[in-house]
């Protein structure tokens, strides 16, 4: 029994390795989901997990809460799990709380962060600063070992123009890792740059990259349609390892419905649902 929770905990993690899998550093909510991934340039409310620096520039942000289910390749051990909540403050700028937990009983990552974006003319800065904690239990659930440590995400929005915006976001810029008795494990360092085009208002173009010291570095694209007032269509690919994504979203006034459906060659599919609530509109004040 022994030499089979070990060997279950090592497949865990060469599966996550394998798939890059970033867990709790990588993309939240289905709308991006449903692009591959593509959230630099994407102004939004999912921006509070996704680029902490671009969420002031979403137009007409108001009180949100936000939750996401992600599973991976049909194994439970794999599920992520998303919650958030975002606020304009009266004195300007935009304040968010996220929690993000993955895995299952035996292995299991838990990030809870607090995050701050301002606008400032036509630049959008924000920083959120997390704690992040990974614990391994036994074959009952018992914890056996948990370690901790803090970490930073900073990022930014320019918005050219109407249509264009370049957006940049890093993650663990604090470069931190998990400390233990027989030595430490580093925390990904993950460096976003995207560049986004709106042709028209109906129509949202992305391309973004993504650098991870060690693995080589990730191209995206995406494209998001509004086809009717409430309803969008998403597609999106991605490079090493190549990923093609099918997204919808439903959004009737203050509530929304997003899922996603993505497809790795060698490991199969990934399911993403997400939903979000906004509560009285309270208009950010921008400098």
């Known amino acids: 029994m022994q030499k089979f929770y070990f060997a ?6 060469s599966l996550c390795a394998f798939s890059q899998n970033k867990t709790l550093s990588g993309t939240s909510g289905s709308v991006s989901g449903g692009m591959s991934g593509v959230s630099t340039a994407l102004a939004d409310e999912w921006a509070v997990f ?19 289910f992600e599973n991976r390749f049909n194994l439970k ?21 996220t929690i993000n937990r993955f895995g299952d009983k035996y292995y299991n990552e838990t990030q809870v962060g607090m995050g701050y974006s301002h ?13 992040y904690q990974v614990a391994v239990n036994d074959q009952i659930g018992f914890t056996q070992s948990t370690r901790s ?3 930073v995400e900073l990022g930014g929005l320019a918005k050219l123009s109407e249509k264009w915006s370049v957006g940049i976001y890093g993650y663990n810029f604090t470069q931190s890792k998990l400390k233990a ?5 580093r925390i990904p360092v993950i460096l976003k740059a995207g560049v986004s085009y709106k042709p028209y208002e109906k129509l949202f173009l992305s391309l973004e990259t993504e650098k991870d010291v060690d693995y080589d570095a990730t191209v995206r694209a995406g494209i998001n349609y509004q086809v009717h007032q409430y309803f969008f269509v998403r597609t999106g690919i991605s ?3 190549f990923n093609s994504s099918f997204g919808v979203g439903f959004q009737p006034k203050n509530f929304s419905f997003d899922y ?13 649902l997400s939903l979000r609530y906004a509560f009285k509109k309270k208009t950010v004040t921008k400098d």
């Not at 996704?50 to 996401?68: E, F, P, Q, R, Y």
């Open 181 to 185: 008795a027989e030595g430490e494990d």
């Open 8 to 13: 279950y905990l090592l497949f865990l993690v």
């Open 149 to 151: 440590t803090f970490l």
């Open 77 to 97: 051990a794999l599920n992520s799990y998303h919650f958030g909540f975002i606020t304009p403050f009266s004195f300007g700028g935009v304040g968010g709380l």
């Open 260 to 272: 996603a459906l993505s497809n790795n060659n060698a490991l199969g599919w990934i399911h993403q």
């Open 239 to 241: 490079t090493k390892p």
């Open 119 to 131: 606008q400032i003319s036509l630049v959008s800065v924000g920083a959120k600063v997390n704690y």
């Open 50 to 68: 996704n680029n902490i620096g671009a969420l002031s520039a979403t137009k007409d942000l108001s009180m949100n809460a936000l939750m996401a």
